[in-house]
């Protein structure tokens, strides 16, 4: 039972470069959401998906882009990375329970920009 | 601005004694809480919900929400070293779309 699947576990690219963070998740969630997280600043939501073809920004979308390419999966895109753009980043899908969304984290990606 | 607040830390604690951990947050029309757990160098995972005022108990962990106050807390009795961890306090947003806020986290620490 796989649950939320990231890839690239680990990446580090140069100021100015693309890359696409997969994440697929086997739990039949309608939503699934792209955090970053940075010592001292918490969990943050770059975007979201509330169900398949729907996506929203969240708190910090700038510099990113994001991909519902079908119900399992939601990619998540640099397309000219930063260094302000080093983090790890959590992709995590939910389930609604007493209208709240209950998440389910992957393992994380960690991203250095140089 | 909505805001979810917790000390960093980090909490330490002797083996065996009671953890306690504390959240505020700042948005009166939240209606769900979440407490995650999360090892050093894992993603969160889920321990603790909790929606209605007063306490909820699971094995060693408790939660207790109190909306008046804004406040929602976390105990763990009986700590063990594999307790340590940091601790985030999830608040659901007011309104339809439900995303969560988290906290920055609390730092524990079980010495045997």
């Known amino acids: 039972n796989a649950g939320v699947t990231q890839t690239p576990k680990f990446q580090v690219l140069k100021t100015g470069q693309s890359m696409t963070l997969q994440c697929a998740q086997d739990?039949?969630?309608?939503?699934m959401y792209w955090y970053r997280q940075d010592p001292g600043m918490g969990l943050r939501l770059i975007y979201y998906?509330?169900?398949?073809?729907?996506?929203d920004k969240g708190e910090v979308p700038n510099g990113y882009n994001v991909s519902r390419l079908n119900k399992r999966e939601f990619s998540l895109r640099l397309e000219s990375a930063a260094p302000s753009q080093t983090s790890v980043y959590f992709c995590?899908?939910?389930?609604?329970?007493?209208?709240?969304?209950?998440?389910?984290f992957g393992a994380g990606s960690r991203l250095t920009v140089l | 601005q909505k805001e979810v607040e917790q000390n960093s830390g980090p909490l330490s604690v002797p083996e065996g004694a009671i953890a306690s951990l504390n959240c505020t947050y700042s948005?009166?029309?939240?209606?769900?809480f979440f407490w995650y757990r999360q090892y050093s160098g894992k993603s969160p995972e889920l321990i603790m919900s909790?929606?209605?005022?007063g306490d909820k108990e699971d094995g060693r962990f408790t939660a207790q929400l109190n909306k008046a106050s804004q406040y929602v807390s976390l105990l763990i009795r009986d700590s063990q070293p594999s307790d340590s961890a940091t601790y985030l306090c999830?608040?659901?947003?007011?309104?339809?779309?439900?995303?969560?806020?988290f906290g920055k986290g609390t730092k524990l620490s079980v010495k045997p």
């Open positions: 995590a899908s939910s389930v609604t329970e007493a209208g709240a969304n209950v998440l389910t």
């Open positions: 739990m039949n969630h309608n939503s």
């Open positions: 998906s509330a169900s398949e073809g729907t996506t």
């Open positions: 948005d009166r029309g939240s209606q769900s």
């Open positions: 909790i929606y209605s005022n």
């Open positions: 999830a608040v659901k947003e007011g309104g339809s779309q439900g995303n969560l806020i």
